[in-house]
């Protein structure tokens, strides 16, 4: 069973940056597509950025693209999100999630991805 767990959430003002790692267990990471997700109240689901095994494929959102970077670090089983120059509408729960596969080839839709993370809460104030 593969197990996520999210950290790194909290509350800026706009323009600061903020830094979300998740962990995972249960199987070697490191061989599957990692992704973030976000979801505010009332809106769907939608891709942040994601990183296939080994880090030769990104993909970001045009929202967050140049201001958002997705790394991983395989020998501590976390994947990144560093988070710049955030706006209020980045409010929002993120949530890391894996695909069963090492490619990514996009972003992907949340139903692509097996595996999700209990969320962690980004508060930006204007």
């Known amino acids: 069973q593969v197990h996520l767990v999210e950290s790194g959430g909290g509350s800026v003002q706009a323009g600061g940056s903020l830094r979300l790692s998740c962990v995972a267990s249960?199987?070697?990471?490191?061989?599957?597509?990692m992704g973030w997700f976000r979801q505010a109240p009332g809106k769907e689901r939608e891709g942040v950025a994601s990183?296939?095994?080994?880090?030769?494929?990104?993909y970001y959102a045009d929202s967050v693209n140049g201001r958002f970077t997705i790394s991983q670090d395989n020998a501590k089983n976390t994947v990144y999100l560093q988070m710049n120059s955030l706006k209020p509408e980045d409010t929002a729960m993120y949530y890391c999630?894996?695909?069963?596969?090492?490619?990514?080839?996009?972003?992907?839709?949340?139903?692509?991805?097996?595996?999700w993370g209990q969320g962690t809460q980004v508060t930006v104030s204007s």
């Open positions: 999630a894996a695909r069963q596969r090492r490619a990514c080839f996009r972003l992907g839709l949340a139903t692509e991805y097996g595996y």
């Open positions: 249960g199987y070697t990471y490191s061989g599957a597509c």
């Open positions: 990183i296939s095994a080994g880090g030769t494929e990104i």
